[in-house]
């Protein structure tokens, strides 16, 4: 293919200011907010897939910020103080993202956020439960006054089997993650940035006047690069501190006057549902085989399917007729610190990955914050 590229084709499509390798939700943001701080810059992104790979069109729009025993251990690792900050990036990447597309495009809907716990899981629902008052304080300057509160009467209205209690987050709400990408991607070309799909970078080869890119449709040659590929940028930069993670979804059928509106967590956040379309969606389950689930690649599981189709049957639809329809997976990327890799990891060469599974919340201020860091390098 190099060899039949025409003179034009190599002066026009092949050499930018700044190519972003990856259009997920990180990579797209990225692009836009450097277009729009200096419209003048010519940008392009590479994708390796007909559509974006990894997580960005294959999540399950929750628009959130975590679930008390997600948050429970997040303080953890990070301290109050710590999970304060993060929370604040993940709330205003939320922000950032429903100011940048509107509400209406991307089919926002706030219909709260309730995180469940199974008749017998006494312990860590009076553990949640007594950190409810805690973490209302922690963010009541960030996201509003008493987001959490004790909603157990409600589990009956949903229609669920027997559960200990359900703690719901008025501030969570659901997104379409389809209409998001596809907005991004509008707005993205409507600013005049390049896209290029199927496009896979096999190497970053650093020169004396900037990077040469190498894909199989040629070279391409930029000033500065960005890599956003969350999970597979260990293929470019091997060094990056990051483990991937699998995370396999199913969606069912459309079901007759379906209980469920909202979002919905269930075992420390391993396991998530929603309704879409009078359809019910569910996630999760790579705790039950965390190394296995530790891959690139994208596939279903015996195990993981099994215990969703039981969650299902049990706790989420045990009196509802209900048939799954599609089942997909997508690749997050996670590591032991919480916040997001942002930097420049060598010469000219930026990195934004290690969204640690809250893409939808934190990927607009981080692909903000990754193009902040190069454009103070210009």
């Given at each position: ?25 990180v990579g797209l ?80 809907q706030c219909l ?168 019910l969606l569910l ?96």
């Amino acid at each position: 293919m190099p060899n039949a590229l025409s003179y034009w084709e190599r002066e026009s499509f092949f050499n930018y200011d700044v190519i972003i390798i990856g259009s997920g939700i990180v990579g797209l943001n990225a692009a836009i907010h450097l277009k729009k701080t200096v419209p003048s810059l010519k940008i392009a992104l590479l994708e390796s897939g007909f559509l974006p790979a990894g997580a960005s069109t294959k999540n399950a729009g929750f628009a959130c910020f975590g679930s008390i025993s997600e948050l429970i251990e997040q303080e953890e690792k990070a301290g109050v103080n710590g999970l304060a900050a993060l929370i604040e990036k993940r709330w205003k990447g939320l922000l950032k993202l429903r100011n940048l597309l509107g509400d209406n495009t991307i089919d926002y809907q706030c219909l709260g956020g309730y995180e469940l716990f199974k008749k017998g899981e006494y312990a860590l629902a009076t553990k949640c439960v007594a950190k409810i008052e805690h973490y209302n304080q922690l963010i009541r300057n960030i996201v509003g006054i008493n987001a959490f509160s004790i909603s157990s009467k409600k589990a009956s209205a949903f229609g669920f089997g027997p559960i200990e209690a359900l703690i719901e987050n008025k501030y969570e709400a659901q997104i379409d993650t389809g209409k998001m990408m596809l907005a991004l991607i509008a707005y993205a070309q409507q600013l005049g940035i390049y896209l290029f799909n199927s496009c896979q970078v096999k190497r970053i080869a650093e020169e004396t006047n900037g990077l040469r890119l190498i894909t199989k449709n040629g070279s391409f040659y930029c000033t500065k690069t960005i890599v956003a590929t969350n999970a597979f940028i260990k293929n470019l930069i091997p060094e990056i501190a990051i483990v991937p993670g699998r995370g396999q979804v199913l969606i069912t059928k459309p079901i007759k006057d379906l209980k469920i509106k909202g979002t919905f967590h269930y075992d420390k956040g391993y396991y998530y549902f929603r309704n879409i379309n009078n359809r019910l969606l569910l996630g999760g389950g790579r705790n039950l085989d965390f190394k296995t689930e530790e891959t690139t690649a994208f596939g279903q599981t015996a195990i993981v399917q099994d215990a969703l189709q039981d969650l299902l049957d049990t706790l989420i639809l045990p009196k509802t007729p209900h048939e799954t329809d599609l089942q997909w997976s997508g690749i997050m990327a996670f590591g032991q610190t919480l916040e997001p890799l942002i930097e420049e990891v060598k010469p000219r060469i930026f990195c934004a990955t290690r969204c640690n599974g809250m893409g939808i919340a934190i990927g607009s201020q981080t692909g903000a914050d990754v193009a902040h860091l190069l454009l103070q390098s210009l």
